[in-house]
């Protein structure tokens, strides 16, 4: 758990990488994920690197590689997943897998391109096979015969568009026949009825099913059309129009011989495209299922040679152009695994000179490293979402494990509902390793990932439930109530003498309400051994006693998670050695917080404690004792207990006094640092986090020397001028951010009062859903009661998943979410760090895409 305190401690590392040995080492290094690369090349564009040739052919390979899952997963082939991860190919290997792509490529496009040639003319034959066979009902022409026309016929006895007519005037008569899409033909046989102007008469006919279409591959309904036209300048614009509508145009023939003839011809050529069409489908099977064998072992080290040359891109070489060096970041525990990685490379290429190492200084701030688990990540994630963590500052989410399930389960506090959820959660940790999970979608797949934070949630609201004595808004007496109400009653005395104290036979006649008084001997037999005594959830001040109860109680969590907070901010202080801050910064913080809230919270203690049943008419508000500590009342009050008043006087002054600590302690030192050197320089070990505008780092090149007792100044390290140093720059920055505290102080305590209202809320919804169904369902009569009770447990059920769990679990997991990143973290955490990005195989996905970056 040290590395989720803390990040963990970052080198600089140097690699020397010969040349020939260069693949095989990254190749070595991306398998351990160990370090990360830094870009010693900025400044030279993506096309005018070393090695944009290798990139190139990885990409080609890529493209080839898409084709040919493509086309697996077209002829609906699975993949299988062979070797899970299998290493970088080496380079001796590169072009030969390289001329097998390509050579099946080639052959793959070829016999596709001829299967989709064969099914093409296939699909036409089909379609002029169903166009002859309607076609021959639309006209029916039973002898032969070549026009015999006259110069001048009758067109008193004859119409002029008659068919017989027509042959008289030895005008050609012309047809034209095909196929035409369903939801073409009413504009079809509208643009030649105005285009033709009449000249032609169109039959139709709908095919009785559906046909491919050759050109897209859709399925579609057709209608065959017979088109018969006058004279070729009519058939030159027929023509056209059915080019225009996409028309699939067929031979139409003169004579039944013909016909006869044509579709004798079409019947051997289809079965002879089955045939070879079936053949071809077999070969490119195959062919799909040889390379289907190994495309995705292929997609993984084609993925890996591209990143290895991603990083090579980012070396520099040396003057001899004979060695590659690359900076990387490193953790110092991970270095033994560094070098035993360059010495594996080496001895893979059978190189003379092996590779090597060596750390080098820097004062440029390494980026963030927390390691993490299955458990751990999740909460992470949580923090991370508001900042990645500074270089070696303190970690929240060590302790947000334990403190955001319990902040969710004290506004999520019901044992059923507490109950249902961890089975949930414990259902998805008991299948994690189910593929379909971690494959799903995208709200089961969140659900997925944060199980672990779903299990501790569930469990602490089991926990909370207990305490506030709630399964699905109904009290669970296990224990025994500790109010004993027959101790009330007493029928041997007079009225007069227990008035208003014992209970008679006329209290209970008349009385709607009866009142339980604890002074009275054996009414109150000892507190509840676990959480709230569930008599009170018949009470009708169970509302007031609640209220009053997780109104305190937020309060005192909310005043214990800041200061605890501000206490962590000492840790950071002692690891950076800014000790001024301590005494400066975080110990005023801590007297404003506790002398103000702190004495609110031994109030609320005291009062639980210094009074009892008897005395609670005499306890005083702490509201107004708290308001009271302010306002110096002239009149004295009663207090809680004595020499209150002098006592508030002392944390009042001691409050009094934090504050100008806390605006002006921090500059004032800094301005005295500043004016007691000259020159300032780091001594410090390990790495500066100086930024040429941070005014307080500055001044503490100058106090790093007085805190360890050094003068002597680090070679290479940044000299600073005094005109650099601005005290109204720093001043103005630490009295922003002593405002932002103090008045923080007061508003975050009120932020905590969510967990009492959201508490309170989901407690009397709950209430409401219980009333309005399950009460009415065990109400009706026993005859229908049975039948109706299903149903209405049913829809209880769905309702108390939808609205209470998810919904009111959602509303409360992002105000626990609040009240971590505004409340607790802002208190220590800055999160302005950079995340540790190593150059690890395992990062990179086996599906292709656009990206061509590592991360």
Partial sequence: MGSLFRSESMCLAQLFLQSGTAYECLSALGEKGLVQFRDLNQNVSSFQRKFVGEVKRCEELERILVYLVQEITRADIPL??????????????????????????????????????????????????????????????????????????????????????????????????????????????????????????????????????????????????????????????????????????????????????????????????????????????????????????????????????HMLNMCSFDVTNKCLIAEVWCPEVDLPGLRRALEEGSRESGATIPSFMNTIPTKETPPTLIRTNKFTEGFQNIVDAYGVGSYREVNPALFTIITFPFLFAVMFGDFGHGFVMFLFALLLVLNENHPKLSQSQEILRMFFNGRYILLLMGLFSVYTGLIYNDCFSKSVNIFGSGWNVSAMYSSSHSEEEHKMVLWNDSTIRHSRTLQLDPNIPGVFRGPYPFG??????????????????????????????????????????????????????????????????????????????????????????????????????????????????????????????????????????????HNGRSCFGMSRSGYTLVRKDSEEEVSLLGSQDIEEGSNRMEEGCREVTCEEFNFGEILMTQTIHSIEYCLGCISNTASYLRLWALSLAHAQLSDVLWAMLMRVGLRVDTTYGVLLLLPVMAFFAVLTIFILLVMEGLSAFLHAIRLHWVEF???????????????SFSLLSSKFSNDDNIA
């Avoid at 077999?282 to 072992?297: G, I, M, N, P, T």
């Avoid at 973290?825 to 150059?839: D, E, L, R, S």
């Fill in 80 to 309: 299988p997943e062979g070797e899970a991860s299998p290493p970088a190919p080496p380079l001796k290997h590169v072009l030969e897998m390289q001329e097998q792509l390509q050579k099946l490529e080639v052959e793959l496009r070829e016999v596709t391109k001829n299967k989709e040639k064969l099914r093409k003319n296939l699909l036409e034959l089909v379609e002029y096979t169903h166009m002859l066979r309607i076609t021959k009902t639309f006209l029916k022409r039973n002898v032969e015969f070549e026009p015999t026309y006259e110069e001048f016929p009758a067109l008193e006895n004859d119409s002029l568009l008659d068919y017989s007519c027509m042959q008289r005037l030895g005008a050609k008569l012309g047809f034209v026949s095909g196929l035409i899409q369903q939801g073409k033909v009413e504009a079809f046989e509208r643009m030649l009825w105005r285009a033709c102007k009449g000249y032609t008469i169109v039959t139709y006919a709908e095919l009785d099913e559906s046909l491919e279409d050759p050109e897209t591959g859709e399925v579609i309904k057709w209608y065959v059309f017979l088109i018969s036209f006058w004279g070729e300048q009519i058939g030159h614009k027929v023509k056209k129009i059915c080019d225009c509508y996409h028309c699939h145009i067929y031979p139409y023939p003169n004579t039944a011989e013909e016909r006869r003839e044509i579709q004798e011809g079409l019947n051997t050529r289809i079965q002879d495209l089955y045939t070879v069409l079936h053949k071809t489908e077999d070969y490119l099977r195959q062919v799909l299922c040889k390379a289907a064998e190994s495309v995705c072992s292929r997609v993984v080290q084609v993925r890996k040679m591209k990143a290895i040359y």
């Fill in 532 to 673: 709230i005594d569930p008599i009170w959830n018949l009470a009708t001040n169970r509302l007031t006693f609640l209220n009053s109860f997780k109104m305190k109680m937020s309060v005192i969590l909310g005043i214990i998670h800041m200061t605890f907070g501000v206490t962590l901010g000492i840790f950071n202080h002692l690891h950076f050695r800014k000790k001024f801050n301590i005494y400066l910064v975080s110990v005023p913080e801590i007297l404003f917080m506790l002398c103000i809230f702190g004495y609110l919270i031994f109030m609320i203690i005291y009062k639980w404690l210094a009074y009892s049943a008897e005395t609670s008419r005499e306890a005083p508000s702490i509201l107004i004792e708290f308001i009271n500590m302010f306002l110096f009342p002239s009149s004295e009050t009663h207090g809680l207990y004595p020499g209150q008043a002098h006592v508030q006087r002392v944390l009042l002054a001691l409050t009094v006094l934090s504050v100008p600590v806390l605006f002006l302690g921090k500059p004032l030192f800094l301005l005295w640092l």
């Fill in 825 to 839: 973290q802002n208190k220590f955490y800055v999160g302005a760090g950079t995340k540790f990005v190593p150059f």
